[in-house]
């Protein structure tokens, strides 16, 4: 559908293009800009930061990341920690959701108003009873309460809401059909239900995956050794002894950070943009 | 064919609820994630009001002092300068971030060839993660190499060292923060404009109305519920922004929102009973703000019924 507004209208369709060029290039420019200047030698990024396109094309900063620093090991540490929470944020959020939307059991009303509590409150403000709670337990400096805070944190909420909502949309006709074709609770929600779910499987499972990528906050409080650091911690430890910092090697990590969202990205862009806003708009 | 008896309704033969299966049967599905929330999530909730009511300096032990923290934070310069900056960057950040987001999704509704191209660069930020798209903000805003700065030079101008300059530290992080984030409820909006009927503006020029009445009589009271919760979303996640703020600004006090102020108090000086004062203070903040938009809602978000 398309609105009419004259004025709009009035725009003849060069202008149009014009101001949405120009409305692109902040969004667009600190990317490729960080593409571009990761490209660069050691003088040329400081000599010339205007060049969108270096002078001449260095890989060097690449190969010194993985030589000189445990990038490597802090790409693991991202990639096997997202999928983790992910695979886990999605059996678990599954499960709970099917159960608020399907089944009645005592305590479900309060229980789902605590849930829908923890997607909006910010756990950022609960670090101080959850560190010395992981102190208690004697897992600081591990990965662990990373995880954990994930999967039961705001996303895992958030995981739960979306599943809720998605189940609740599916006819009541086809639990009643498998229960009377004598399939139990479990098997009408592995063999029916999941199967069915797919699209919101997908949408929870970019949530999941890329607020655990993005997770800043814990990685800072729990871990000390760079060894253990993920990928948003990483980026910053590119810095002389004196605190200065290395940055045609830090924007060649950001690069390596952000290159597989933005091609992920790229190639599903629809799927993409639909699950994060169906998800967000249904409530 | 003659039809028969007709079948029976299938609520007839529907099993009564609790009757062939029990009804512990949905615990079962909602434990795994209960149990975790309880521990990681509603225990810590219950526990930042009790410690804060305790002075608590690691590594010694706890020590109760009533109202202390709270007393302590009304005198404390660093905190209400703190509350101060929130509150500005709220309200800078807040505004900014929808109307934005509605001007975009109005251009962007326009249908052109180009606009998948457009939609789909206005939304890129959004899958950047947060600390490289902060680090390269970082570099481009450096005082004397950065390209702001160079680019100023260019003409002439003196640019300002923008990470550690009040009020330009605040000013880059909100432009920063904007820039990643609006292409999400730009696409929300986009979504329910595209929900709004095309007979009702139809209906709204033949009665004479031009392009601004529209948008403000019609289009903008449609969408209104969806603005009303992209509202609250959108404070709630300025309330608790951390990760950008911090690297950009390494926690200075130019910017050093709340949430920074919570960190520095907890992790850097282990000061927990204050932290714990401090993060309550974020959720009463945070509770206020919903509350009021609640309050506020019936006067301008319309519901079709």
Same mark, same amino acid.
């Given at each position: ?19 949405? #060029? ?12 960080? &593409?571009t ?8 990024i400081?000599q *010339? ?5 270096? /002078? ?32 886990? +944020?999605?059996? #678990? ?5 099917y %159960? ?6 005592? %305590? ?8 829908l ?12 009873? /959850?560190?010395a709670?992981?102190k208690?337990?004697?897992?600081? *400096? ?8 994930? #999967?039961?944190?705001? +996303? ?11 189940? &609740?949309?599916?006819?009541?006709e ?29 949408a $929870?499972?970019?949530f ?9 906050f ?5 871990? *000390?050794?760079?060894? /253990?650091? +993920?990928l ?6 590119? +810095?002389?002894?004196? %605190?200065g910092?290395?940055? *045609?090697?830090t ?14 990205? &790229? ?5 993409? $943009? /639909? ?9 | ?23 512990w ?48 934070m ?6 209400t300068h ?17 109307i ?8 962007l509704?326009?249908k052109?060839?180009? @606009? ?9 930020? !959004? ?11 970082r ?16 003409l ?28 999400m ?15 009702v503006?139809? @209906?709204?020029?033949i009665?004479?109305?031009?392009s601004?009445?529209?948008f ?15 509202? =609250?979303?959108?404070? =709630? ?16 006090? @130019?910017?050093? !929102? ?12 282990f ?6 004062a401090?993060?309550w ?25």
């Amino acid at each position: 559908m398309n609105l009419d507004f004259p004025r709009l209208r009035l725009l003849s369709s060069s202008m149009y293009y014009l101001v949405m #060029i120009v409305l692109a290039i902040p969004f667009l420019f600190p990317t490729l800009w960080m &593409l571009t200047a990761s490209l660069k030698s050691d003088q040329e990024i400081f000599q *010339n930061p205007l060049a969108l396109i270096p /002078q001449s094309i260095s890989w060097d900063n690449f190969t010194r990341i993985f030589h000189d620093y445990p990038f490597a090991a802090q790409y693991v540490n991202s990639v096997y920690i997202a999928v983790v929470v992910t695979a886990l +944020t999605l059996i #678990i959020g599954a499960l709970a959701g099917y %159960g608020f939307a399907r089944l009645n059991f005592p %305590g479900k009303d309060l229980m789902f108003i605590l849930c829908l509590s923890a997607m909006m409150l910010p756990s950022e403000a609960l670090s101080i009873p /959850q560190f010395a709670l992981f102190k208690f337990l004697g897992i600081n *400096n591990t990965h662990l309460p990373i995880i954990l805070l994930q #999967i039961f944190g705001g +996303t895992g909420a958030l995981a739960v809401f979306m599943m809720r909502q998605h189940f &609740l949309t599916l006819p009541r006709e086809l639990d009643e059909a498998a229960l009377m074709d004598g399939l139990d609770r479990w098997g009408i929600f592995w063999r029916i239900m999941l199967p069915l779910a797919r699209p919101v499987l997908v949408a $929870v499972g970019i949530f999941a995956f890329l607020n655990s990528w993005n997770d800043y906050f814990n990685p800072l409080v729990y871990l *000390n050794s760079s060894e /253990q650091y +993920t990928l948003p911690l990483g980026l910053q430890t590119f +810095t002389d002894p004196l %605190g200065g910092v290395f940055w *045609n090697l830090t924007l060649a990590a950001s690069t390596l950070s952000t290159l597989p969202l933005l091609l992920a990205f &790229l190639v599903a862009q629809k799927q993409f $943009v /639909q699950s994060m806003v169906g998800s967000s708009v249904k409530g | 064919m003659t039809t028969k008896t007709p079948p029976v309704p299938r609520s007839q033969s529907r099993p009564r609820k609790g009757g062939w299966e029990s009804q512990w049967v949905g615990l079962l599905f909602v434990l795994p994630f209960m149990l975790g929330l309880t521990v990681f999530f509603i225990g810590p909730i219950l526990a930042v009001p009790i410690m804060s009511l305790f002075e608590w300096v690691l590594p010694r032990l706890p020590e109760w002092t009533g109202l202390g923290n709270y007393t302590r934070m009304t005198t404390d310069r660093e905190v209400t300068h703190s509350v101060w900056i929130t509150v500005l960057f709220v309200v800078m950040l807040v505004p900014t971030n929808i109307i934005l987001a509605l001007g975009l999704a109005l251009l962007l509704n326009i249908k052109t060839r180009a @606009a998948g191209f457009f939609r789909m660069a206005l939304f890129s930020p !959004v899958v950047v993660p947060l600390v490289a798209w902060a680090l390269v903000w970082r570099f481009v805003l450096q005082p004397d190499f950065g390209l702001v700065n160079v680019l100023l030079g260019k003409l002439g101008i003196q640019g300002p060292n923008w990470l550690y300059e009040a009020p330009w530290a605040l000013i880059a992080v909100v432009i920063c923060l904007v820039i990643e984030h609006v292409g999400m409820n730009m696409l929300i909006f986009l979504g329910a404009l595209q929900n709004v009927p095309a007979e009702v503006h139809e @209906a709204a020029k033949i009665d004479g109305a031009n392009s601004r009445q529209i948008f403000f009589k019609v289009t903008l009271p449609l969408m209104s519920p969806t603005v009303f919760l992209t509202v =609250i979303v959108t404070i =709630i996640g300025a309330l608790k922004s951390f990760a950008p703020i911090y690297v950009l600004t390494g926690g200075n006090d @130019a910017a050093s !929102v709340l949430m920074v102020q919570m960190w520095k108090q907890g992790f850097k000086y282990f000061d927990f009973g204050y932290a714990s004062a401090l993060s309550w203070l974020i959720f009463l903040a945070m509770l206020t703000l919903t509350f009021l938009q609640w309050q506020l809602r019936k006067r301008w978000v319309f519901y079709e019924s």
